[in-house]
Structures are given as C-alpha cells and as structure tokens.
C-alpha cells in the first residue's frame, strides 16, 4: 500500500467521522446503524411493497366478513325494535279497550267536540249496520223440517213432500201498523220473475214452476175480498195435524197445541174484525189413541169437504200448523214489543219433477190459491217486514183444491213458546182481513 493509499483512507475517515459528529441523531435514533446504510434502506422498501400487497388481500377478505357480521347485527336490532314497536301497541290497544282505562268527558269545548265526532261515527256505523242487516234479511234461510204434508188416494199412495224454513228478526207495531216495506213493491219489480222468486217464494227442489205461473203483478189484480156478513160463518179454521205442539207446550193441555192457537186466532177474526168463524178441533192425525199422519190429509179433506157443503157460505179455509225445524232455530221477531213467532205459507203446485203433472190430486184453483198467499204475504210485506218467511211452493196438493181461498199457514215450529205463536196470530189476522177487504194493493 503506497503512500498515497493510505493518505486517502486516512482522510475518508476523518470525513465519516466529521459527519457523525455534525448528526448523530439520524444514524442513531433506530438504535442500528447499518439501517442508514443506502443498500439496506432500498431493500427495506421493497420488502415492505410486498408485505403491504399479502396484508391489503387479507384485509379485503376480513373487511368483506366484518361487513356480514355488521349486516346481521343491524338486522336484529331492527328485529327487536320492531318487536318493541309493535309491543307497544298492544298495549296501548289493550288499555284503550280496557273499561278502567277510559277517561271521563270533561266540560271542556275541546272534550265536546271530540265526544260529538264520537257519536257521529257510531250513528254512521249503526247505519251501516242496519243496512247491511236489511240486505241480509231479504232472503231467508231454509231448513228442511220435520213434519211433512202428504195426501193419498185409495189406489195410489202420494210421495210425501218437505217443508222449509228461514229465520228473519224485527220490531215493526200490530193492527194499527203503517206500511213501512224494506224491499220495493213497485209494479216493475213485482212484474219480474226473478226478484218475485227470490223475494217472496221458496222453491221445493222436487217442484219446478215459470214466469207464466208466477207473476206478482197479476196476483194483485186478483180480487179475493169478501162481502162480510157476521150473520153467516165465512171462514173456517181446521188443523190437519191437530197434535202439533211447542216447546213449552204441557202435557195434555189442548190449549197449548195447534188447536189452541186456532182458538185463538177464531176469537180474534170475530171480536175484532167482526167475521163468523168455524173451527174444527178433530184429530185427523190419531188412529186408535196412537199419532199417525199417513192418511191425514184424506181424512180431514173427507171432513172438511162436509163441513162445507153444510155451510156454503164459508168463502176462506184454513189450515193451521206449525212447522217442524233444526232444535237449534227459533223464528222469532218482535212486533209491538211482544216476541212473535214468524209465518210461512206452504202452497201445492199438483206437480212433481218426476212425475210431471200429479193428475190424480187435481187442483182448479192453483192460481188463486197462489194469488191468496202471494196478497197476504204483499200485506205483511208492507207493515209487518219481519214476520213472514216465505211463500213454500211443494208438488202435492194439501188439500187447497177445497176453495180458491184456501191457505195452508206454518205458524212458528216446535222451537218456539205458545206464547210466541199465539202472538203471531194478531198481525196475521190483520192482514188476512186486509186482503180480503181487499186494501192496499198497489200492483
């Protein structure tokens, strides 16, 4: 090593030295000293371009789960305050319903108008409700009951026929009742088949009937009044089944059955509308002290045929029953304040499905005896809504081939009180005298 050399080296070193003296904090701070070092500081670098490219996939992949979880978590919190909300509610539900929750009105101007917009909103549901309820009562329901008319000729014995029933309620006033209809009366409506039907009548499925021989408008225009005479018997009360009873009826008591309420009803026609009355209390449905309605309707139509024949000024006949219905039903409605058992009239069109006309029960007055309801039932349709049930159209006959007014009447059934039935007569012979005074009718 020359000379020279070793000068170089000499002042290298003293020029390192130099610097470390002027700033030893920069060499020192990291406590190693070859970090300085050019070489060292770029191969750190890089080492850490690396390492930050593996931890930002990492990162990425935990910030995708953190991201789930945080999802999840937000969903049950919304969950529960949902929950929360919903909670609430119900129990400020709860404590409005509550009777120990309602306030009382105070005199306040503001507690009045809230009470009066209150009220109003009751009138105008109970409004709706009436509505929808008349709607209702427009049709009525049918049941199938228990006791059957059926009529037989010495050689042929006729099929026994079902009755129906529908259950209507409602208040209207007896006697001195003013019309007050809820469904429409007028001339169109009654002209038209399909209303007539559904409003008025009940069709037995083992029956059919048309336009031609249903027809309210001409039913009106038949004249069925009388000329009163309270000399002479007009009308005639029987029952073809005598045994018919009600639900609080006793044992043994005649007036508590079918035949009482004709008493009834007989009483009424003559004291308070001034008609004579023949009421024939015979058990057609007895044979040898034991019930058997076999042959019921043959044996009251023998007698009432006498019956007739010895008094020819008779002009109205009916047939007093009560029907027969599920024990679960009770027609009742309510007029002038007293329960009213609700009526049916039961009308024979002499026509069967499968048998076509029954010629061996022949009736010549099917018209006016379908004429005879239809005007009772137009009658209580104006001022008494609630009381009838319907006009039951069966195939046979019932024995109302006997006059042209004659009228077969289900007063009640075996569900309802004597009382109710008994009750039922008065609106009913009030429109009985109507239409045979021949009033009110608009058709």
Do not use: W
Request: contains cysteine; glycine residues 6%.
């Amino acid at each position: 090593m020359t000379n020279i050399q070793k000068a170089f080296c000499v002042v290298l070193s003293l020029i390192f030295l130099c610097v470390v003296a002027a700033l030893p904090g920069d060499f020192f701070k990291h406590g190693e000293i070859y970090r300085q070092l050019p070489l060292y500081c770029f191969l750190e670098k890089k080492a850490l371009q690396e390492e930050n490219g593996q931890d930002r996939e990492t990162e990425m992949l935990l910030q995708e789960k953190n991201a789930e979880h945080l999802g999840e978590e937000v969903e049950a919190e919304n969950r529960k305050e949902q929950e929360a909300l919903l909670l609430a509610e119900a129990e400020k539900a709860e404590e409005k319903e509550s009777p120990e929750s309602v306030q009382k009105p105070s005199d306040s101007a503001e507690t009045k108008k809230t009470d009066g917009k209150q009220k109003e909103n009751v009138e105008k549901k109970d409004e709706i409700k009436k509505e929808t309820s008349q709607k209702k009562e427009k049709t009525p329901e049918i049941t199938k009951p228990e006791d059957t008319p059926s009529e037989s000729t010495p050689t042929k014995a006729a099929p026994k026929e079902k009755k129906t029933s529908g259950e209507e309620a409602g208040k209207t006033q007896e006697t001195v009742a003013l019309p007050h209809p809820q469904i429409d009366l007028s001339p169109a409506k009654l002209a038209d088949f399909d209303y007539v039907m559904n409003q008025f009548f009940i069709l037995d499925s083992n029956t059919e009937t048309n336009a031609q021989q249903i027809c309210g408008t001409r039913f009106l225009k038949e004249d069925l009044s009388i000329k009163q005479d309270p000399e002479v018997p007009q009308i005639l009360i029987y029952h073809t089944h005598s045994q018919e009873t009600f639900a609080d009826s006793r044992e043994g008591q005649v007036e508590d059955t079918i035949v009482g309420v004709g008493d009834h009803l007989a009483e009424l026609l003559e004291k308070t509308y001034g008609y004579r009355v023949l009421h024939v209390t015979d058990a057609f449905d007895m044979m040898g002290g034991q019930l058997d309605r076999s042959k019921a309707y043959d044996y009251a139509r023998a007698s009432i045929e006498k019956v007739l024949e010895e008094n020819p000024s008779v002009e109205v006949v009916i047939d007093l029953h009560r029907d027969g219905v599920p024990d679960d039903r009770h027609l009742v409605t309510e007029i002038d304040g007293k329960p009213t058992a609700q009526l049916l009239f039961y009308n024979g069109l002499s026509y069967t499905v499968n048998q076509g006309a029954v010629s061996y029960l022949p009736n010549p007055y099917i018209e006016e005896n379908l004429a005879f309801s239809f005007q009772l039932e137009y009658q209580a349709a104006q001022y008494y809504p609630k009381l009838y049930r319907g006009i039951y159209l069966a195939g046979l006959r019932y024995n109302l081939h006997l006059k042209p007014r004659a009228l077969l009447l289900e007063a009640g059934a075996q569900t309802n009180t004597v009382e109710e039935v008994r009750n039922a007569m008065e609106p009913f012979a009030d429109i009985l005298n109507r239409v045979l005074k021949g009033s009110d009718k608009n058709g």
